[in-house]
């Protein structure tokens, strides 16, 4: 059985930081490409950041709103997935899911390219 499980949202204000991660279960972690997405209230499913492990290199993605404040990193020994988050904006407001996806494609962050998902982490953050 396939778990995601993210964990460290929380409330914080503007400017400040927070780091999420994920613990997956169930699946065969290095073959996955592991990413971030979020969604706030009446938008669609955004995608925020992904990790890939290529033979000799790590591949990171990131969209323009997020890049240069989240960093996405991922242990593969633990199995687990990290979303360090800096600078944080009121629009950064959403719930933030970890996704898993096989085999890996691109675009990286098509919402329906990821087979396994999380249940989400709340993110709030205040002006």
């Known amino acids: 059985q396939v778990q995601l499980v993210e964990s460290g949202g929380g409330s914080v204000q503007a400017g400040g930081s927070l780091r999420l991660s994920c613990a997956a279960s169930?699946?065969?972690?290095?073959?996955?490409?592991m990413a971030w997405f979020r969604q706030a209230p009446g938008k669609e499913r955004e995608g925020v950041a992904r990790?890939?492990?290529?033979?000799?290199?790590?591949?990171?993605y990131y969209p323009d709103s997020v890049e240069g404040r989240f960093t996405i990193s991922r242990d593969n020994a633990k199995n687990t997935l990290y979303l360090q988050m800096n600078s944080l904006k009121p629009e950064d407001t959403a719930m933030y899911y970890c996704?898993?996806?096989?085999?890996?494609?691109?675009?990286?962050?098509?919402?329906?390219?990821?087979?396994?998902w999380g249940q989400g982490t709340q993110v709030t953050v205040s002006s």
């Open positions: 169930g699946i065969t972690y290095s073959m996955y490409a």
């Open positions: 990790i890939v492990v290529g033979s000799s290199t790590t591949y990171t």
């Open positions: 996704a898993a996806g096989y085999p890996v494609k691109w675009p990286p962050l098509r919402p329906n390219d990821y087979n396994y």
